[in-house]
């Protein structure tokens, strides 16, 4: 049987409607969500928590089994040590949880800096994954100016020690431009109670980790793996800032593209229902063509 964990007081069944259980990843503790039946997804997001993926769950659940977790250092999961809030420790997170829940034709579902960490997890257990919804994220080197831009004043030692003592980001990302768009009030103060200054300092040092040479070879790895795989891209409307659906035309050939208006970087909470309906609808249309391709000719 899983461990259960103990909710916060903050973090009552009505804000996060699912079971929460724990696994150790070496000596840490990892906070995850197992609800659901059939083939399972797996959601990843790094630096924020399983909040972003509430909604989509709580639709998909009826019909689809649904795995979300807590990066070590954010969310529910055991906060660490500065030398380990990075995505080589998300990635090694993720392997042991595919590990422990023997997870096989996994769909991962990566955002954000989860597309890295993701990636290289899966070039870890290839035989854990076989599709990918990557949902405003990117699994290579970061190109151009804007990124690596925005990266690194993100990354910065100065930037994470303002955020750490203020909580702006965790504050903003909580609006209506962020995650909090379709959350009620009680949900934006769950998602924001999360970030403590442990938290709030290893989102930052994930955004510096963004360039680590190790992860970029994994993630490489890993995309390649799925690349004539069935896949599909879901970005908001003005979300592209990275320019990265064109790429992800180049880097996987069966690719369907989902485009949520009127959203920016969180379209899974701009419009749940259009997410989790276009996420249902694929997993049908990939699954008919899986059974077709294993049919004896």
């Keep these: 049987m899983p461990a259960e964990l103990a909710r916060p007081g903050w973090l009552d069944e009505t804000i996060w409607p699912f079971p929460i259980s724990t696994l150790w990843a070496g000596d840490l503790r990892v906070a995850y969500t197992d609800v659901g039946a059939g083939r ?18 709580s639709m998909l659940q009826h019909d689809h089994r649904c795995v979300s977790f807590d990066a070590p250092g ?3 999961s055991d906060r660490i040590e500065p030398h380990r809030q990075n995505l080589s420790t998300v990635r090694d997170a993720t392997i042991a949880l595919v590990d422990h829940l023997e997870l096989r034709e996994t769909t991962l579902v990566v955002h954000d800096l ?9 070039a870890e257990r290839p035989d854990a994954f076989d599709h990918l919804i990557a949902v405003n994220t990117f699994g290579w080197r970061p190109r151009g100016a804007l990124l690596p831009a925005m990266l690194s004043v993100f990354g910065s030692g100065l930037m994470r020690r ?9 504050a903003a990302t909580s609006g209506p431009l962020g995650v909090g768009r379709a959350m009620d009030r009680p949900s934006r103060a769950a998602f924001r109670r999360a970030f403590d200054r442990s938290a ?11 360039g680590n040479e190790e992860i970029h070879r994994q993630a490489s ?4 793996m799925l690349a004539g795989r069935p896949a599909l891209s879901i970005f908001g409307r003005w979300g592209d800032y990275g320019r990265f659906r064109k790429a992800w035309r180049r880097h996987l050939p069966v690719l369907h593209e989902i485009t949520v208006p009127a959203s920016l970087h969180f379209p899974m ?6 997410v989790a309906d276009a996420i249902a609808s694929w997993i ?14």
Excluded: C, E, K
Aim: proline share 7%.
């Design 40 to 57: 399972p997804l797996l959601f990843l997001n790094a630096p924020q928590w399983s909040m972003v993926w509430r909604d989509v769950i």
């Design 74 to 76: 954010v969310g529910l």
């Design 114 to 122: 989860g597309g890295l960490a993701g990636l290289a997890a899966a």
């Design 162 to 170: 303002f955020d750490a003592a203020t909580g702006l980001l965790p």
């Design 200 to 210: 709030t300092a290893a989102m930052h040092r994930m955004f510096a980790d963004a």
């Design 221 to 224: 790895a890993g995309l390649s």
């Design 269 to 274: 909470n701009d419009n749940p229902a259009m």
């Design 284 to 297: 049908a249309t990939a699954s008919a063509r899986d059974v077709t391709r294993h049919q004896p000719q």
